[in-house]
Every structure is written in structure tokens, then in C-alpha cells.
């Protein structure tokens, strides 16, 4: 009889039932310090992310602020079983031509709505796919999930998602340990969204669900509509190219479905 281990049982059958992979992050021990910089570039990372664990992600940067000059690059990340990038509570960070195949849960993930001025640009996820082991929305997952618009999504693709490929999902507050009653992400406008693909998604290529209203300049005292902008989209062979549930002031500029 095989020796059992925590990984390979007697009929190896923990590799696909634990669901308990390694995982990379980046923490300094006070927000706002600028003490943590992470620079990965051209990283194979699989079997990766622990199910059921928040917080236990693939590549994973997490309450640090600003943290301008780091950044993932060039990395494939694959059959992980809890997300594939995660970006905290992290301000400026460039995350560059990666490849997410085969996730559960969102892929590319901002988390409590108060990361601003991030950069996203050339990411390929392929295959993301549904999770029971995460939060009530990774069961019906998205490649790109959005809960601050002030960051730049340019040239990234979403091919094969069990759900979604983009998803704008702006809380009125920030959650989590980033709260605050004086940043309000759905009265902010796009920083940038432009040249974006999605095909083959089971659900929708974009979904703008649930209240996204831009106002003014974006404070939590504005009124005034203001438009914002999301351009040179590509959605095919998606159940429904695109659908704003509840959000105005939002236009779609160049968008070929």
C-alpha cells in the first residue's frame, strides 16, 4: 500500500479532492509604509490557491497601498484552486501579459473596491470556471472582476469563462478591512477600458451588475451625471455580448458584437 501524505493519498485521490496549493504574497506589516515591492516576471505557478481559505490566492498583493514600481509579468498561472491574480487593498500595481488557464473562481481580481490606478493590460484568461469553496459571486464567475473603475483595462481577453468575461460590480462603499464611508465607487467614472475581448463566455461577455451611476468628479457628495467611457470592445460567441442590469451614464464606444 501507498504511504499516505497530505497531498497523495493511498489512491491519490487528495490531489483533486484537497484542493490545497502553495501561494505568493505580498504584505508589509503597515499599510502605507511603501516597505513591500514584488516583482514577478515570467513565473510558472500551478496547483496553487487554497479552497475554502479567503485570503490563500495564487499571486496575491495584499493591503499595501501604494506599491508603484511592482508588478506581474509574463506569468502563466494554471489550474489553481482559488482565483488566479488578486490585488488588495494595493494601489499602482502593473499586471502584464499573463495567462490565467483553468481557475476557480474570479481570475483577475480586485477586492474591497478601494484599489485605485492599477493597470491590467494584455492578460489572456482562459477557462474560468465556477467555485463553491469562495464567495456567493464565484459561483457564477468572471475573468476580469471590477469593483473600482479608476484602473486601466486595456487589451486583456476573457475566452471560455464558465459566466462572465468582465464583470462592473461597484459597491457603494468599499468592504472588508478597507472600509469607508467617504470613497463611493459607484459614482466614479473609468479610468480606462479600452480594446478588451471576450468570447465563448457561458454568460455574458460584459455585465454591469448592480448600480453603477457615475457623478460629477466621482466624490461621495456629487450629483450631477456624468459620462463615462468603455471602447473598442470585442464580445463573440458569448451567451449575451453585453447587459447593464442597473448603471447609467455609461457609453460603449466602438463595441463590435
Known sequence: FATQTCFQ???GEELDSD????????????????EVHGRLENVEVTWAGQAFR??????????????????????????????????????????????????MGHAFFLEDGIEENNIFRGNLAIFTKTSSSLLN????????????????????VAAGSTHFGFWFNMPAHPGG????????????????????????????GIWVWEFWNPRGDGSCEATEPHMT????????????GVEVEEGSGIEMKNFVL
Open 19 to 34: 484542493q490545497f496549493g502553495s501561494q505568493i504574497m505580498f504584505h508589509a506589516a503597515e499599510m502605507g509604509t511603501r
Open 229 to 240: 467611457t468603455l471602447e473598442d470592445f470585442h464580445g463573440w460567441h458569448n451567451l449575451r
Open 54 to 103: 479567503l485570503g490563500r490566492y495564487p499571486i496575491h498583493f495584499h493591503m499595501n497601498g501604494d506599491v508603484s514600481g511592482s508588478y506581474v509579468k509574463g506569468c502563466a498561472i494554471h489550474h489553481t484552486f482559488n482565483r488566479a491574480v488578486t490585488v488588495h487593498g494595493v494601489d499602482n500595481l502593473l499586471v502584464e501579459n499573463n495567462v490565467a488557464y483553468d481557475n
Open 9 to 11: 493519498g493511498r489512491y
Open 137 to 156: 459571486v464565484d459561483v457564477t464567475p468572471a475573468s476580469f472582476w471590477i469593483v473600482n473603475p479608476v484602473n486601466t483595462f486595456e487589451n486583456n
Open 177 to 204: 478591512p478597507s472600509f469607508t464611508n467617504t470613497v463611493c465607487p459607484r459614482n466614479k467614472g473609468m479610468l480606462k477600458f479600452s480594446g478588451n475581448e471576450a468570447h465563448s463566455c457561458g454568460r455574458y
